[in-house]
């Protein structure tokens, strides 16, 4: 399909596993965005990307996230040892933009629901 | 303090009714600002952008306080498949590109 795919859809962890979640953009698309969502509020920033580039790693919530997109492209986000409190669906949106423009339109994936036990 | 703030509802209203939700930003170098919709476990998409002139589309009107830093959104005529959850955002252009996600108002239409 066109749109953003987010792999795996659902992934149960146990406390301490490491995981990984991907990212498929829209082709062509500049900007890409992680967000974290929790059950009944609204998603949470985690990081940019502009091509390959991090421009923003502001919010994620510790060192045991992190994010790439090695080739400007497909993006992993990463979660370490994971926690309880990392439970959540994961949101990848991209837009066809750099900053600068900010139309505000992001095409989102339909996420990738983490479950820690 | 949230940097975008919306009354989380749930509004709960008959068909034909009309409903309007607010919210508040923090920042006051916000750049845009947008509605966005959220079904049930679905992923967000983009209702419409808030100018400060305000806007409508269809059913739909948005407005925008600068002064205030304030935004509106209105319903008219409200249909059963606009039960959903509305997010307020807000575009920030700094040294980055950030849209900031209220917690959304969850709204429900009734028969």
């Known amino acids: 399909g066109a749109g953003v795919s987010q792999s795996p859809r659902y992934k149960v962890a146990k406390r301490g596993q490491d995981v990984a979640l991907r990212c498929d953009p829209i082709?062509?698309?500049?900007?890409l965005f992680w967000y974290q969502q929790a059950l009944g509020q609204g998603p949470e920033f985690l990081t940019y990307?502009?091509?390959?580039?991090?421009?923003?790693k502001s919010g994620l919530p510790s060192d045991r996230f992190f994010a790439e997109r090695p080739e400007g492209s497909v993006s992993t986000l990463k979660i370490q040892r994971t926690q309880q409190e990392d439970s959540a669906v994961y949101l990848c949106a991209s837009s066809p933009e750099g900053r600068g423009l900010g139309t505000g339109e992001l095409f989102f994936g339909e996420g990738s629901r983490l479950t820690v036990l | 303090r949230k940097e975008v703030e919306q009354d989380p509802g749930p509004f709960n209203v008959p068909e034909g009714a009309t409903v309007a939700f607010n919210c508040t930003y923090s920042?006051?170098?916000?750049?845009?600002f947008f509605w966005y919709r959220q079904d049930c476990r679905k992923e967000p998409k983009l209702l419409m952008s808030v100018y400060s002139s305000g806007n409508e589309d269809g059913r739909f009107t948005a407005q925008l306080n600068r002064a205030s830093q304030y935004i509106s959104l209105l319903i008219r005529d409200s249909k059963l498949s606009d039960s959903a959850t509305y997010l307020c955002?807000?575009?920030?252009?700094?040294?980055?590109?950030?849209?900031?996600f209220g917690s959304g108002t969850r709204l429900l239409v009734r028969p």
């Open positions: 955002v807000v575009l920030f252009l700094d040294s980055s590109y950030k849209l900031i």
């Open positions: 920042n006051s170098a916000s750049q845009s």
């Open positions: 082709s062509g698309h500049v900007s």
């Open positions: 990307f502009q091509n390959e580039a991090q421009l923003d």
